[in-house]
């Protein structure tokens, strides 16, 4: 005896729980997503789950192409060109949080099944209802949103230790994490340090320290070509209009959130903080310390 599938349901069954997961991955790798690329990712995956019902292969077949996908979402919804992030740490905290979420779904489930809700109308060869499934749903994305909420104000928190080389000589500076610095270098595509420029005054040029403080690109013509070609101009945007920052690629930028120092593909972007940002020298993306 056959069983009865309503493609569109389990199209939207798993386009929406796609959804949520990459949400709320997000949130905990403290990345902002593409609406776009997170659409189309999450439309693979449920375009997948009803290809996957005509598809007669074996179990070991059938988990290598679940991964494969899985791998194919994660990189169209997170790997941007100079990005950061890497494939492996998207997969599996995707992988985690697809398994959080369904155990909760399905512990959900189970209880609303024992208190016998009239919420079996539409009834799927699952067991679950149109109505069933949007309660769930709902549920689901309230608790992303709050979870979401949860590790934002977490990683807001967190305090990092780092390391600066230019021109041989260091300079270690303390330093938050701020999930509103999305400063990146145009062309590269590199996540920006955002450094009080008084803590750098020992080991970068006068000349560079003086246009960073003043904001003025003429300035950078006069420094030593080796100092000139490490040099990068960032525009930003802020609720007081549009602006610059100058920025330069320092040898070594190590970063150390407590777990051991690593270093980090980054530029420094000189501002005038002046250790205002709750007694902080830099400001650093969250994604950093990953």
Excluded: H
């Amino acid at each position: 005896m056959g069983q009865t599938v309503y493609v569109d349901l389990l199209f939207m069954i798993n386009f929406s729980m796609d959804f949520l997961c990459f949400f709320l991955s997000a949130k905990l790798l403290s990345v902002k997503l593409s609406l776009g690329r997170t659409l189309t990712a999450s439309a693979i995956g449920g375009i997948y789950a009803n290809a996957a019902l005509f598809l007669n292969v074996g179990a070991v077949a059938a988990l290598f192409m679940d991964l494969l996908v899985c791998i194919v979402m994660c990189a169209v919804a997170f790997l941007k060109k100079g990005g950061g992030l890497k494939l492996p740490l998207c997969v599996l905290v995707y992988f985690a949080i697809s398994m959080a979420l369904g155990g909760f779904m399905t512990a959900i489930f189970n209880l609303l099944n024992r208190a016998n809700l009239p919420l079996s109308e539409g009834e799927t060869s699952d067991g679950i209802s149109v109505w069933l499934f949007a309660l769930l749903a709902a549920v689901s994305a309230v608790i992303t949103l709050l979870g979401g909420r949860f590790f934002r104000k977490k990683s807001a928190q967190r305090r990092a230790d780092v390391e600066i080389t230019y021109d041989g000589k260091k300079a270690k500076l303390s330093a938050m994490t701020d999930s509103g610095n999305l400063l990146r270098e145009p062309i590269s595509g590199r996540p920006c340090i955002v450094a009080d420029i008084s803590s750098l005054e020992n080991i970068i040029p006068a000349k560079l320290a003086r246009a960073a403080k003043n904001k003025d690109i003429g300035i950078i013509e006069t420094l030593p070509p080796k100092d000139a070609k490490r040099v990068r101009v960032i525009p930003i945007r802020t609720a007081g209009g549009d602006g610059i920052l100058i920025a330069l690629r320092a040898e070594t930028v190590t970063v150390d959130g407590g777990d051991g120092a690593k270093e980090v593909d980054a530029l420094i972007a000189l501002s005038d903080i002046e250790k205002s940002a709750d007694g902080s020298e830099a400001l650093l993306p969250p994604e950093l310390l990953v």
